[in-house]
């Protein structure tokens, strides 16, 4: 393979979705990564500690030595080989580990040794990581930003999937962002989050300045993400549009989205029977997540519903979920967004039906 430069310019890196080695031990990747980085270490968890423990107790070079002895023959041969069965299918891509320093250092060596030269990021994942945090803030800065908001169930993520302005906040959270929402699979982690947050945001910006970034309202937590400090304020300042959405479609919607759509999650990852079992448990569980804030008594009469409806959907009729579904937004759900729409209502700027919405963000973010 022919020689490629080492490379600092990071920006380039995740607008071109460039394929990265990381180099890090398995629990370092598994506390944070990049979108499309692939872990092939250099040691394993265990040989890290000891090396480490090698390093603070005898310096530098013992903790080399320890490494070289750690990791050789026949698994070192099979690590070299992972990186260059890598680099031969991905010839535009790039290693690194957490500072830049000695272990991309030596596997780029290895590798080179073997007859295969490949480029390192100048820095590592740290210095990765470090411009993402930089770069959230000043795409946010570089343009216009509008919150969609909208009633529970109104399509507002649908909506957002037809806009090429548009970054899917829950998407990348990996959960649909009420008490009902968690996905099966589970989230990423919040550092995992933020770096694909960030990513998405640059490649917004750079494909268009004074196209408004599009977000859907979200209050601080989605899930067990936390949104970043700078991305909530410049949401709490921008301006709103406003879906508009009767409550019959509203409820037709959350069924599809929450009941159908979750089911077919569940059994495709669980099996006919167990995914229906986990299914039920979790809906269950979101429910009674809500107990404090419904009350004793709707919880009660919520509770009965629901229950009803998983029987009834079990025997071959999910139509059930509607009633349970129609009651919690009309009483919980609709309250509640009455509430927080009161306190920014001199924000909105436009709002109408799906259709009058969508023309009108489409015409401020065009495709």
Not at 23 to 43: C, I, K, S, Y
Not at 138 to 160: D, E, F, M, N, R
Not at 237 to 256: F, K
């Amino acid at each position: 393979m022919p020689k490629c430069p080492d490379t600092a310019d990071f920006r380039q890196l995740f607008l071109n979705d460039a394929p990265l080695i990381d180099t890090r031990a398995p629990v370092e990747f598994a506390q944070g990564a990049f979108p499309g980085a692939v872990n092939l270490p250099l040691m394993t968890d265990d040989e890290r500690a000891q090396v480490g423990l090698c390093y603070k107790q005898h310096g530098q070079q013992a903790a080399i030595a320890l490494g070289h002895d750690l990791v050789q023959g026949e698994a070192k041969a099979a690590r070299v080989q992972a990186w260059i069965d890598f680099a031969r299918s991905h010839p535009d891509g790039y290693l690194y580990c957490f500072r830049g320093g000695l272990r991309s250092q030596i596997s780029r060596q290895w590798m080179a040794d073997a007859g295969c030269d490949y480029p390192r990021v100048i820095g590592g994942y740290k210095a990765m990581r470090n411009y993402l945090l930089q770069a959230l803030e000043t795409s946010l800065a570089q343009g216009p930003v509008i919150v969609l908001s909208g009633q529970t169930g109104c399509a507002k993520t649908q909506l957002l999937h037809q806009l090429a302005g548009a970054v899917d906040l829950e998407g990348l959270a990996r959960h649909r962002g009420s008490a009902f929402g968690k996905r099966v699979g589970g989230q990423p982690t919040q550092i995992d989050f933020e770096n694909a947050l960030s990513i998405a945001l640059l490649k917004r910006r750079h494909a268009s300045l004074t196209r408004p970034l599009v977000l859907e309202d979200e209050s601080q937590l989605i899930g067990r993400i936390v949104l970043p400090d700078p991305l909530l304020a410049a949401m709490k300042q921008s301006p709103i549009v406003l879906i508009e959405t009767g409550l019959e479609q509203r409820v037709e919607h959350t069924y599809a989205n929450y009941i159908l759509d979750k089911l077919r999650e569940w059994q495709s990852h669980a099996g006919v029977e167990e995914g229906f079992r986990q299914f039920a448990d979790e809906l269950l569980a979101s429910l009674s997540g809500l107990k404090r804030r419904l009350g004793g008594w709707r919880h009660q009469q919520l509770q009965a519903l629901m229950q009803s409806a998983i029987d009834a959907h079990l025997d071959g009729d999910p139509l059930g979920h509607k009633l349970w579904i129609r009651v919690i937004l009309q009483e919980y759900y609709d309250p509640m967004y009455a509430y927080q729409l009161e306190r920014k209502t001199d924000r909105v700027v436009f709002r109408g039906s799906y259709e009058l919405v969508l023309d009108f963000l489409a015409r401020a973010a065009p495709h």
